[in-house]
């Protein structure tokens, strides 16, 4: 799989663009700034219905107008498929799939990519919320439809965390809740199935984190992955374990058992990563887990994924530039972003696209490459 067209039209500092995109290595060269990143972003949006960057959609519709369109031509052997967003400033976003008409949840069938980026860091030192969105979304990734389950667990948690702070504004006690009672029944249902899925993907990850450990890091050292969880895996006791913890919810106002307060622990030699791990150790420890996911991906029936390093070999020593280049060479197609042409090793020597405040200004390496700058013809009609 790769991605041979991606058209925007009103997405960040893209008034309008057309770039094509051949499979092998594309260099996207640029200062900061200049909207190199905004074009692997789209991208992700596109594989994942969401930015990796911000968390409200506004963000990615440029200033004074109301939507932005993103359009994708997907190849996969003989086949290409189009899927198209429109992302709302405010209210909900939409996606078609060959024309017609798809949920933004059923978004990772069509398109799998393997982002690496400086905020990779945070998995290791950062807090539990991170590492649970990174399970979580290599999840979806294999698994389209799990992206219905976490949303409707999401939304459990918040009416229910809703519930427990009305009832303890209120006073009200343990024993007149039976509106609790049905979001209990719901939390354990979807609950369990979340962390079932993340147990699952944690022991395939374990092995592929260790192997790719040692090739970015070019040492022996031990790295072990493990889901830390305090919710029982079985109904009647995770049901159990909720009851018990009613009063200490109500006087807290917080939903204190469930998926949304696991972590992942990551030992290095035995001893967490994060709180003893150098930072070279860390940086390697972060690759491995971005390079275990693409290999995973790699593994199931779809192929390989679309790996984007965006900004990366800046923030990475000589030796880790050269094994990480090494390691991703041999996917499909391997986008990076990247302020010099000397911050990207030989290995990963291809077409270069340079940008500069959202237009292509050069482009070698391909005669059918281009990018429409704002003058240029409008885009196709808008997704709906």
């Known amino acids: 799989m790769h991605v041979s067209r991606l058209e925007l039209k009103d997405f960040r500092n893209y008034e309008r663009a057309v770039v094509e995109l051949e499979p092998g290595v594309t260099l996207l060269i640029g200062r900061n700034g200049q909207g190199k990143t905004n074009l692997v972003e789209a991208l992700v949006v596109v594989a994942t219905g969401s930015s990796h960057r911000v968390s409200h959609d506004a963000a990615l519709v440029r200033a004074g107008v109301e939507q932005a369109f993103v359009r994708t031509s997907l190849t996969n052997g003989e086949r290409t498929i189009g899927v198209d967003l429109q992302i709302q400033a405010k209210g909900s976003n939409k996606a078609q799939a060959s024309g017609h008409p798809v949920r933004m949840s059923e978004l990772p069938r069509y398109l799998r990519t393997v982002l690496f980026s400086p905020e990779d860091l945070a998995l290791v030192r950062g807090d539990p919320g991170g590492r649970r969105k990174m399970l979580d979304q290599l999840i979806v990734q294999r698994s389209p439809r799990m992206g219905s389950v976490m949303s409707d667990l999401e939304r ?23 509106t609790l009672d049905v979001w209990d029944e719901r939390l354990v249902a979807l609950g369990l199935e ?7 993907l944690v022991a395939e990850l374990q092995p592929h984190v260790a192997e790719a450990y040692r090739t970015v890091a070019g040492d022996e050292h031990v790295t072990e992955i493990r889901l830390v969880s305090e919710v029982p895996d079985d109904e009647v006791a995770y049901a159990e374990a909720l009851r018990a913890k009613r009063r200490e919810e109500l006087d807290r106002g917080v939903s204190l058992l469930g998926p949304h307060r696991d972590d992942l622990d990551l030992d290095l030699g035995g001893l967490l990563a994060r709180h003893y791990a150098s930072h070279g150790e860390s940086w390697s420890y ?52 990247a302020a010099v042409d000397d911050d990207v090793p030989d290995v990963l020597a291809g077409r270069r696209i340079r940008i500069a405040a959202g237009v292509v200004v050069e482009d070698s390496g391909s005669t059918t490459a281009a ?14």
């Open 156 to 178: 459990v948690l918040r009416q229910r965390s809703s519930l427990l702070k009305s009832a303890r504004a209120t006073r009200m006690r343990p024993d007149d809740l039976t």
């Open 194 to 200: 979340v962390e079932r899925a993340r147990a699952s």
């Open 286 to 337: 972060a690759l491995a887990l971005r390079l275990a996911a693409a290999e995973l991906i790699r593994h199931d029936a779809a192929g390989d994924p679309v790996v984007i390093l965006d900004d990366v070999f800046a923030e990475l020593d000589a030796g880790r530039r050269e094994r990480l280049a090494t390691a991703v060479s041999s996917f499909e197609q391997v986008l990076i972003t």
């Open 371 to 384: 990018v429409v700058p704002a003058a240029a013809e409008p885009a196709s009609e808008e997704a709906s």
